[in-house]
Nanobody, 120 residues
Framework: QVQLVESGGGLVQAGGSLRLSCAAS????????MGWFRQAPGKERELVAQ????????YYADSVKGRFTISRDNAKNTVYLQMNSLKPEDTAVYYC?????????????WGQGTQVTVSS
């Protein structure tokens, strides 16, 4: 399994920006889908964004389209989530994930999570 370590969370005012990083150890193959999930208190975990490691194809949840950008640096084995125009409802623990097979949750690797808090 791939080991994932997130960083970059913190406290920011509404309208501000943060960039999350996810460093992966182990081999990431071109078919992998790397992603970010989030879970707010009392809410279900939701998929925020995903990127295909080889093709750079991306997916975004409707709630973050136009504000968040997912990217990857193959040389550094790192995935990023640039979050702009942050809103209080973006407050959550953000988790990095790695899917060796798209949509196969049983094969998914998870990071430990990083807290993002957006104040109004």
């Amino acid at each position: 399994q791939v080991q994932l370590v997130e960083s970059g969370g913190g406290l920011v005012q509404a309208g501000g920006s943060l960039r999350l990083s996810c460093a992966a150890s182990g081999r990431i193959f071109s078919n992998y889908w790397m992603g970010w999930f989030r879970q707010a208190p009392g809410k279900e975990r939701e998929l925020v964004a995903q990127i295909n490691w080889g093709l750079s194809s991306t997916y975004y949840a409707d709630s973050v389209k136009g504000r968040f950008t997912i990217s990857r640096d193959n040389a550094k084995n790192t995935v990023y989530l640039q979050m702009n125009s942050l809103k209080p409802e973006d407050t959550a623990v953000y988790y990095c994930t790695a899917d060796p097979v798209a949509g196969r949750e049983t094969l998914r690797s998870w990071g430990q999570g990083t807290q993002v808090t957006v104040s109004s």
